[in-house]
């Protein structure tokens, strides 16, 4: 029997063997993710306005502890879905997620509609002790949250290098963070203190706060049928 | 290129290499899944997080997730490679300085990975988690490894590249453009940086990335593994060529293009997504290739399954690999993938190919490499007999009891009652009827990784207890 020819042609030449899986390995890759680049993200006009200091710090924190490999960031257009958490995520509102933060697992309740849903004291006090309020929550506290402190500085840091991947801070924006930074906790850190928290502005629950409280409030109002059911 | 070259009897293979990484894997193995079951654990009662937060669930779970896949099953592969690539090849390493800064690279930051990720400093992207210093050491040790392979490859002695070999090249090839492609980012200081894609796109290239980490660094390279040693562990020659042929193709041309399936129902463009399904369905044909190839290569020798724990690991592992390239695809269906995404039925798919597959397999390997690297018999095959069903044993319990935890979850996530209304709108209601599901889970899983620690010692016992075979020449017995 003559020598097969993938023996003949391909398995003599390792050269030739290596530029072919090369081949075959590029061609989906390239088919899927060229073409994100300019519609991946959906339309321009409904990207909201990029994370204030005061988010960014909170993402950061978000990014930090894991959150994400027990809460997803992405409500699927079911009717039970949107009955529980509100309405579909739409591309746009991921505009500035960088890493995104779609998860991959529920262990706890999605996150993408938790902005507004409950006040600024709520996350206070379930980062502090989550089963007191969500019973039978099999999550941990995250008491550390309320007594370690953002650094302007490193949130500073923060600003420049996510000006550089494309998220247009203006150099005023990144010269003023603390002040930004101030500007939004205070009035988080007022609301807790009706209640009778005591927090102070650089906490970094005041940032994971003022993060959660965004998520999901930017749903598109131009090129997507609003509405919180199909 | 000295193909036609006569093979040199005197060519000394490395196995110091190969020892290194054996070792290596076993360690690893025992750290990173006793860290899965401690995870376990944390779900199934949550004070086991401890009020620590190094050790809480969000920061722990990314140790666990890259031990499994770079320090387990990364040097379980470097093992084997280095092992088979010189046989396979006639000839020895290219470099063993390379071999050697290979070795102590890839130890070194996978411990720089245990140390960082407990600290919070991460990338946010599962499997990918890694800060950017350690994925700059990921790539160089990677490339340094890939030099060496690639010269090796081009100095061999034996002309046609066998089977496994295509599968290492696949492996070699593919990893540094998945991790480098996915990793590009701007740093904002040593240890937080971000991705250069944002949103939708970043999701798409994390989820090309991840599933082919599944694709070309638990699948193809185990094959390669497959088609080395269960021919030699089982003495039967490989079933078929032409099938090798076609199934490898297949797959690395395939694979590439399932990642989407992680993304189904999301706000990934619609085309996207159904070209991921769709893909991911084809990829059911070539992985059972595969699975076909390496259960027919047992034709004649099942008597030999009935006994030894080698081939028993191997027969088991492929029929695993079986299963979940069975299972996975069937979850990349939509319909499907609206029940089973986010629940633990994904957790339990990954097991099953992860503790199944890559595992068994892994197992298989170490006890046929162990009494060959350092010339001794076993120390005990009754033992190695036990790992194969405490293996067996704690991978079952793992799958089903997670099966029975997302089935139960996503139908509670979607019951709707007959008002219109969640028939389940409190979400911890349904978290409280994980538990019994996460304790099974936990049994299961320390069942698997006791028989890990019992390979742990009987390689240990080998190693320092039995006497090295009179074959080989030996020194003066002055010691």
Redesign the interface.
């Known amino acids: 029997m003559a020598e097969h020819w993938h023996r003949r042609l391909l398995e003599g030449n390792s050269g030739l063997f290596a530029a072919l899986t090369t081949v075959a390995i590029s061609i989906g890759g390239l088919v899927e993710i060229v073409p994100m680049f300019t519609v991946g993200n959906g339309h321009e006009a409904d990207m909201p306005a990029p994370y204030t200091p005061l988010e960014v710090a909170g993402r950061d924190i978000y990014v930090r502890e894991g959150c994400y490999t027990c809460h997803s960031q992405m409500v699927r257009p079911f009717r039970d879905e949107t009955l529980r958490y509100g309405e579909w995520s739409h591309a746009a509102e991921y505009s500035w997620d960088r890493p995104f933060q779609l998860g991959s697992r529920r262990i706890g309740p999605d996150l993408h509609r938790i902005g507004g849903k409950y006040p600024d004291s709520w996350h206070y006090e379930h980062m502090k002790d989550p089963r007191s309020t969500s019973p039978g929550s099999i999550m941990p506290p995250y008491d550390w949250l309320l007594t370690d402190k953002i650094s302007p500085a490193d949130v500073r840091q923060s600003l420049v290098a996510l000006r550089v991947v494309g998220t247009p801070y203006t150099d005023e924006e990144v010269d003023q963070t603390e002040a930004s930074l101030k500007a939004q906790a205070q009035p988080i850190v007022d609301r807790m203190a009706s209640t009778g928290i005591v927090a102070e502005w650089d906490d970094e629950i005041i940032a994971m706060t003022a993060y959660l409280q965004r998520l999901g409030t930017d749903r598109p109002k131009g090129n997507v049928a609003a509405g919180g059911e199909e | 290129m000295s193909?036609t070259a006569p093979a040199d009897p005197q060519v000394v293979y490395d196995d110091a290499i190969t020892k290194k990484f054996t070792v290596a894997t076993i360690f690893w193995a025992i750290a990173a899944m006793s860290i899965g079951a401690w995870l376990a654990f944390?779900?199934a009662y949550?004070p086991a997080?401890l009020?620590v937060?190094e050790l809480?669930?969000?920061?722990l779970?990314?140790v666990h997730t890259n031990g499994v896949i770079f320090a387990f099953t990364g040097n379980f592969v470097f093992a084997g490679i280095y092992y088979s690539l010189q046989r396979l090849l006639k000839v020895r390493m290219w470099s063993d300085f390379l071999s050697n800064f290979h070795f102590w690279g890839w130890q070194g930051l996978l411990t720089a990975a245990v140390i960082t990720l407990p600290l919070?400093?991460?990338?946010?992207?599962?499997y990918a988690e890694t800060i950017w210093p350690i994925d700059i050491a990921i790539a160089v040790f990677f490339l340094a490894f890939a030099g060496n392979f690639?010269m090796t490859?081009?100095n061999?002695k034996v002309?046609?590249?066998y089977v496994a070999i295509?599968f290492y090249?696949?492996f070699v090839?593919?990893i540094p453009?998945l991790h480098v492609?996915n990793n590009l980012?701007?740093?904002?200081?040593l240890w937080?940086?971000?991705?250069?894609?944002?949103?939708?796109?970043?999701?798409?290239?994390?989820w090309?990335y991840g599933h082919n980490a599944v694709g070309?660094l638990l699948t193809t390279p185990i094959l390669g593994l497959m088609y080395y040693f269960l021919p030699r562990a089982a003495n039967r020659p490989v079933y078929s060529?032409?099938l090798s042929?076609v199934h490898f193709?297949a797959l690395?041309?395939?694979?590439?293009?399932?990642?989407?399936h992680?993304?189904l129902?999301?706000?990934?463009?619609d085309w996207?997504q159904t070209?991921?399904m769709v893909?991911s369905i084809m990829l059911l044909a070539p992985s059972w290739g595969g699975m076909l190839n390496g259960l027919l290569t047992l034709r004649g020798a099942w008597d030999k399954v009935r006994t030894d724990p080698i081939l028993k690991f191997m027969a088991v592992a492929v029929s695993f690999y079986g299963m979940s390239t069975f299972e996975g695809p069937m979850m990349s269906i939509r319909a499907v993938s609206?029940l089973s995404?986010?629940?633990n039925w994904?957790?339990g798919h990954v097991h099953s190919g992860a503790l199944g597959w890559v595992g068994m397999m892994g197992f298989g390997v170490l006890y046929w490499l162990v009494p060959r690297l350092w010339n001794r018999d076993l120390w005990s095959w009754g033992l190695a007999d036990a790992h194969f069903w405490m293996s067996t044993i704690g991978v079952v319990l793992y799958t089903v009891s997670m099966w029975g935890a997302g089935l139960t979850?996503g139908l509670m996530?979607?019951?709707?009652d007959a008002d219109g209304?969640?028939q389940y709108?409190v979400?911890?209601?349904i978290?409280?009827q994980m538990a019994p599901f996460y304790w099974t889970r936990l049994i299961g899983g320390l069942i698997y990784v006791t028989g890990v620690y019992i390979m742990a010692f009987n390689v240990a016992m080998t190693v320092f207890s039995m006497p090295e075979k009179s074959e080989t020449p030996q020194p003066a017995p002055a010691k």
Not at chain 2, 56 to 59: E, K, L, N, V, Y
Not at chain 2, 192 to 206: C, E, F, I, K, N
Not at chain 2, 265 to 269: D, T, V
Not at chain 2, 413 to 416: G, K, N, V
């Open positions: 193909a944390e779900l949550w997080n009020g937060p809480t669930f969000g920061r779970r990314p919070g400093m991460t990338q946010g992207k599962e690639a490859i081009v061999r002309k046609h590249l295509w090249i696949s090839i593919t453009v492609v980012v701007i740093p904002a200081n937080r940086s971000y991705p250069v894609y944002s949103g939708m796109t970043d999701a798409l290239v994390q090309w070309f060529y032409r042929i193709w690395v041309f395939l694979y590439i293009w399932a990642g989407p992680h993304l129902y999301s706000a990934l463009p996207a070209v991921g893909f609206a995404h986010y629940t994904v957790v979850e996530w979607r019951a709707i209304q969640l709108p979400f911890v209601d978290v409280a």
